[in-house]
């Protein structure tokens, strides 16, 4: 059984993980609204396909 | 029960060892097998000599990858539990339980629906409609119905590799040329040797995991003259696009001179004892014995290591003649 403080190091370890993968989901979606908008712009300015 | 799924059952992932970074979700896009897929595919693009916007061909190309990606994560979703059997996998994310299924399968799906549906926007609905083909193709027929049941699996299961450069054919195109179907077919082809003569020292784990791969079902013997009759038949549709003109003279000279190396080195693997049990008198000659079988699998190990070196130069010279033509 672990002591307690080990649950509560864990816990943290556990939390700090889930902020940088909820960092890193918000900027793939920030670099995903981009990518459409560069396409958007694309497709609207040139005659790009 | 079949036994493989029984066996699968008891080695089920273990509880998470530790939590899940971003890099696990990298890896889960198997970022090696990715870099093959961009590579093809933009020699597809390349090759095909219509003009494309760089930022929409830079897009399809980012898509592929993506697409491909996604479909190593659906992959290693459902084959977590062959994936934890098996030396060669069981640090993936999901087999060492870093990463839930449930969470991989979200993440491929998501990853695959954005893939398909930008390409299809940005670019057009025909690549988009071979990549998703490709990815359900890879996630659904390959990983859960072929992989398990028939030591055809790879030869089949191959036309989800191949398919990278027909899709990015299509994206500058919009259509699918004979040209771009011949570089399917020399993947198509090539696949078979590279996966057999890896699974030729890899057998035992493949057996383990109950998974049906061609050394395990016909034996090594089989294995190798298979090895080298697909390469009697690549070697000659790799040097067909010579004759189409879709290859120039770099191209000729890397596909006949590679071709050679190629039927050489099968040839060998062919002639060799590569991927057969240890006799009894090795395994009584304990250490020493084993060295001995672990040298047997050279010529499997060189023909795999030259493989992958053959479909890069292959694809190098193609993009190279076509790149430069297109260069202003």
């Known amino acids: 059984m672990n002591a307690p403080h080990d649950d509560d190091a864990q816990k943290e370890g556990a939390k700090a993980a889930r902020n940088r993968r909820n960092i890193a989901m918000a900027l793939a979606l920030a670099a995903f609204v981009v990518l459409v908008f560069v396409v958007t712009i694309v497709k609207l300015t040139g005659n790009a396909g | 029960m079949p036994k493989a799924a029984a066996t699968a059952q008891q080695a089920a992932p273990a509880p998470q060892a530790r939590p899940a970074l971003w890099s696990d979700y990298v890896q889960l896009l198997k970022p090696r097998v990715m870099s093959l897929v961009v590579f093809t595919a933009l020699t597809g693009l390349v090759c ?9 061909a830079a897009v399809a190309v980012f898509c592929i990858a993506v697409g491909a990606g996604a479909a190593g994560a659906l992959n290693m979703a459902v084959e977590s539990d062959t994936d934890a059997l098996m030396r060669r996998t069981r640090g993936r994310p999901v087999a060492a339980g870093r990463v839930s299924r449930g969470d991989a399968l979200t993440y491929g799906v998501l990853l695959s629906a954005l893939a398909v549906a930008l390409m299809g926007l940005a670019v057009n609905w025909l690549a988009a409609g071979l990549l998703a083909f490709t990815v359900v193709f890879y996630a659904w027929f390959y990983t859960i119905i072929l992989k398990r049941s028939t030591p055809q699996n790879i030869v089949i ?26 570089l399917f077919l020399i993947i198509f082809l090539w696949t078979p040797p590279h996966f057999w003569a890896l699974s030729l020292y890899t057998s035992e784990d493949y057996a383990k995991a109950g998974i049906p791969m061609m050394p395990v079902v016909k034996g090594a013997a089989s294995t190798r003259l298979q090895i080298f009759l697909y390469s009697l038949v690549l070697v000659p549709v790799a040097i067909a696009p010579v004759f189409t003109g879709l290859g120039g003279l770099w191209y000729a000279i890397v596909s006949m001179g590679g071709g050679l190396g190629f039927v050489f080195l099968a040839f060998r693997l062919w002639k060799s004892r590569a991927g057969d049990a240890p006799s009894e008198e090795n395994l009584q000659k304990g250490a020493e014995g084993l060295y001995d079988v672990k040298a047997q699998t050279k010529p499997a190990r060189n023909l795999f290591a030259f493989s992958i070196l053959y479909l890069f130069a292959l694809f190098a010279a193609l993009l190279a003649e076509h790149g430069l033509k297109a260069a202003p």
């Open chain 2, 48 to 56: 095909a000599g219509e003009p494309l916007h760089p930022v929409l």
């Open chain 2, 157 to 182: 299961g191959g036309a989800a590799g191949a398919l990278p450069p027909v899709i990015g054919w299509a994206a500058a195109a919009g259509s699918t040329p004979l040209d771009a179907w011949l």
